[in-house]
């Protein structure tokens, strides 16, 4: 079966950063590009952007383009992603999501989601 | 950015049907898909491409739309269905989310 396993909440300092990952597993890691959504506490979803695991290309909201870094390592099926220079707006669950790659598809399995704090 | 506007929340009853809204700012083909969202779990896929039913969702859900208007309708509705309920696009980039529609049983 599908899974997308996330990395465990963190707990940074502003001013760092944190890297998240998130391991497939149960399909072929690279027929699926990996999407990350960022959601605020009690509030709306943000598409943050995705990586081609097979290729590494990457597309990235505007908005997110100096925030994150995403990469994959293909020889664990993992996907990362790194959020840098944090701030409280920083702070949220972030989710990996996979979808296939034409404009019909949905985000059709999402991880569990991971929490990131940020406080000093 | 294509903005998604949803009713904020609904109240009904069990054995009632409910229709949920979604109106994209620009036109979006027929690529809206619906999640429902549980307390303290991830999104679920409930609806892709306007009208088709994801895999092992109740046919108690449907969805229908193009364009720029959109509905997901549960008939009936069962206590289980408290949650909340996104619309997202993925016509244009960057794909955007409605801002939910919290689903309450009375």
């Known amino acids: 079966q599908v899974n997308l396993l996330q990395s465990g909440a963190a707990l940074v300092k502003p001013g760092a950063s944190v890297k998240l990952s998130c391991k497939a597993s149960g399909y072929t890691f690279t027929d699926y590009y990996i999407h990350w959504v960022k959601q605020s506490h009690g509030k709306s979803l943000e598409w943050i952007g995705y990586?081609?695991?097979?290729?590494?290309?990457?597309n990235y909201n505007e908005k997110f383009k100096s925030k994150a870094t995403l990469t994959v390592d293909k020889s664990t099926n993992t996907a990362y992603m790194e959020l840098s220079r944090l701030t409280s707006e920083d702070s949220a669950t972030y989710y990996c999501?996979?979808?296939?790659?034409?404009?019909?598809?949905?985000?059709?399995?999402w991880g569990q989601g991971v929490m990131v704090t940020v406080s000093s | 950015d294509t903005v998604l506007t949803q009713s904020p929340a609904l109240a009904v009853s069990p054995g009632e049907r409910v229709s949920i809204s979604c109106r994209a700012s620009?036109?979006?083909?027929?690529?809206m898909h619906w999640y429902q969202q549980k307390p303290g779990q991830q999104p679920k896929l409930l609806i892709y491409k306007a009208s088709n039913l994801a895999s092992g969702v109740p046919a108690r859900f449907s969805g229908s739309g193009s364009g720029t208007d959109f509905t997901l309708t549960i008939d009936p509705v069962e206590a289980d269905d408290t949650a909340t309920y996104f619309c997202?696009?993925?016509?244009?980039?960057?794909?955007?989310f409605g801002a939910g529609t919290k689903l309450e049983l009375k």
């Open positions: 997202q696009q993925s016509w244009n980039d960057p794909y955007t």
């Open positions: 620009e036109g979006v083909n027929s690529y």
């Open positions: 990586i081609n695991p097979n290729s590494g290309y990457t």
């Open positions: 999501t996979r979808r296939l790659n034409y404009y019909s598809a949905p985000f059709d399995y």
